[in-house]
Each structure stands twice: as structure tokens, then as C-alpha cells.
């Protein structure tokens, strides 16, 4: 009842039409069975024809338009945010590759500029001392120490403490070495044992 309540108020004048002409043969039917007594026995009882299979696809097509129009919408709406995001993500990230572009070639600035000046001031003192060293060196004072050092150097070779010193650094002694400690590894019990074995 309430679907037909529903056509009648959408605007559907073909159910209306088929309510009228069903009405009108229900009314027809009534009045001759009312005027033959005889045939009032026989007659079949009035059948009610139900327009819900009619009005149905009506309903149906208002909706489906309306759905798809708003499907398409919706998946129109999410195209565009999803290109939003996507076009935001990369200039955030091209942002983010330019600063720090920025940030490593500053801080490779930076790093050039601390070396350069780092090494500028070592050859600065290096050859400040170098030249201090030199003219220490080269003074009068530090001549006559030299010449005092040499002089006993020589005495002292030349004199007693040649010997001790010719004794100390005498290179047989590298000789002697090796042949001392070939000799302690032949007689160990290791040694022999591995040239009886090897022999």
C-alpha cells in the first residue's frame, strides 16, 4: 500500500489508469450480480491486482542514476586528492633535496675553508720555526758549543772510550748472535729430536 502511495505521489498515471479500469470492472461485476439472482451463486469472488512489480523499477530508476553520479563524484574527488598529495609529497621532498644540497655544499665550504686556513697557519709556524731554528743554529753561541761537543766527541774516541765504544758497536757481534742461537737450538731436546727425525 505504501508503494503504491509513493507512485501515486511520484507522478506514475499508468497504475492510476489500471486502479480506475480494475475499480471500474469490479463495480460493473457487482451490479450484474446484484440484478441476476440466479448467476449470483456462480460468480467468482472480485481478484485484486497488486501494481508493486510496476512501480519498482520506477524507484529503481531514480536511484541508479543517483548512485552513479555519486560513485563518480566520489571517485572523482578521490583522484584529486590523491594527485594533491602525491604533487605536495614531491615538492616536500624536492624542497627537502634542495636544502639539503644547500646544506652539503655550505658545510663542503665550510670544511675547505677550515682546511685552507688550518694549513695556512701550519706552513706559517713551520717556517717561522724553521727560520728561528736556523738563525739559533746558525748564531755565534751555538757555534761554540759545536765546536766543544765535537772536540770531546773525538777525545773520546780517540782516547780510552774508543775501545768500550769500538767494543759496544763492533758488527761481529750480529754474527756471533746468530751463531749462538743456532748452536742453543740444535743441542735443545727439541732440536735433536727433530733431526733424528728428519735424518
Not at 35 to 56: F, I, M, N, Q, Y
Not at 173 to 181: A, E, K, N, P, Y
Given at each position: 500500500?505504501?508503494?503504491?502511495?509513493?507512485?501515486?505521489?511520484?507522478?506514475?498515471?499508468?497504475?492510476?489508469?489500471?486502479?480506475?479500469?480494475?475499480?471500474?470492472?469490479?463495480?460493473?461485476?457487482?451490479s450484474i450480480s446484484t440484478?441476476?439472482?440466479?448467476?449470483?451463486?456462480?460468480?467468482?469472488?472480485?481478484?485484486?491486482?497488486?501494481?508493486?512489480?510496476?512501480?519498482?523499477?520506477?524507484?529503481?530508476?531514480?536511484?541508479?542514476?543517483?548512485?552513479?553520479?555519486?560513485?563518480?563524484?566520489?571517485?572523482?574527488?578521490?583522484?584529486?586528492?590523491?594527485?594533491l598529495c602525491f604533487s605536495?609529497?614531491?615538492?616536500?621532498?624536492?624542497?627537502?633535496?634542495?636544502?639539503?644540497?644547500?646544506?652539503?655544499?655550505?658545510?663542503?665550504?665550510?670544511?675547505?675553508?677550515?682546511?685552507?686556513?688550518?694549513?695556512?697557519?701550519?706552513?706559517?709556524?713551520?717556517?717561522?720555526?724553521?727560520?728561528?731554528?736556523?738563525?739559533?743554529?746558525?748564531?755565534?753561541?751555538?757555534?761554540?758549543?759545536?765546536?766543544?761537543?765535537?772536540?770531546?766527541?773525538?777525545?773520546?774516541?780517540?782516547?780510552?772510550?774508543?775501545?768500550?765504544?769500538?767494543f759496544l758497536l763492533w758488527?761481529?757481534?750480529?754474527?756471533?748472535?746468530?751463531?749462538?742461537?743456532?748452536?742453543?737450538?740444535?743441542?735443545?731436546?727439541?732440536?735433536?729430536?727433530?733431526?733424528?727425525?728428519?735424518?
Open positions: 500500500m505504501a508503494l503504491l502511495e509513493y507512485s501515486r505521489l511520484v507522478g506514475t498515471t499508468s497504475s492510476d489508469s489500471a486502479f480506475t479500469t480494475n475499480d471500474n470492472n469490479d463495480t460493473s461485476s457487482k440484478t441476476s439472482t440466479t448467476t449470483a451463486s456462480t460468480t467468482k469472488p472480485p481478484t485484486t491486482t497488486h501494481p508493486a512489480p510496476a512501480t519498482t523499477p520506477t524507484i529503481l530508476n531514480h536511484i541508479i542514476p543517483l548512485l552513479t553520479t555519486t560513485f563518480k563524484t566520489l571517485y572523482q574527488t578521490h583522484l584529486l586528492l590523491f594527485s605536495t609529497l614531491t615538492l616536500l621532498l624536492v624542497h627537502v633535496l634542495s636544502n639539503l644540497h644547500l646544506f652539503l655544499l655550505n658545510l663542503f665550504l665550510f670544511v675547505n675553508f677550515i682546511l685552507y686556513r688550518t694549513l695556512f697557519f701550519i706552513r706559517t709556524i713551520t717556517m717561522e720555526t724553521a727560520t728561528l731554528s736556523y738563525s739559533i743554529w746558525d748564531s755565534r753561541k751555538a757555534r761554540q758549543i759545536r765546536k766543544k761537543i765535537e772536540f770531546e766527541f773525538f777525545v773520546w774516541i780517540l782516547g780510552p772510550g774508543g775501545n768500550l765504544l769500538c758488527p761481529g757481534w750480529i754474527v756471533l748472535g746468530v751463531m749462538v742461537w743456532g748452536l742453543s737450538w740444535v743441542f735443545s731436546s727439541s732440536g735433536l729430536a727433530r733431526v733424528a727425525v728428519s735424518g
